[in-house]
């Protein structure tokens, strides 16, 4: 079975962006760039604005978090997960 990344995609979750998580419960960039409680819409609406090809995942929950039904959205990319990451954060603290 192929994983998402050799199909060329990733999976970005909102604890990722979360201003209110610390980094090792999950936040992947650093505060200043982070914000409060961002939505999966938001993630999308931020990676299209990035010429991003990105797809909601409704109400799946993050490993870390089995109760919370944040969902995840799926990106279309070749580039490294990371600066997928930042890219998307500087998006939404700028808001878009």
């Known amino acids: 079975m192929l994983s998402l990344r050799s199909k060329g995609k990733i999976i970005l979750w909102p604890v990722y962006f979360d201003s209110t998580v ?3 419960n ?3 960039v650093p505060k200043a760039n982070a914000i409060r409680a ?4 938001d993630i999308v609406m931020a990676a299209v604005s990035a010429g991003l090809k990105a797809e909601l995942q ?3 929950a993050h490993p870390r978090y089995p109760f919370i039904k944040s969902g995840y ?3 279309d990319t070749k580039e490294p997960k990371e600066k997928v ?3 998307i954060a500087g998006k939404l603290s700028r808001g878009n």
């Open 73 to 75: 959205v799926l990106v």
């Open 22 to 24: 610390s980094w090792s």
């Open 38 to 41: 961002p939505k999966t819409e």
């Open 26 to 28: 999950g936040r992947r």
């Open 58 to 60: 409704p109400n799946v």
């Open 85 to 87: 990451i930042k890219l």
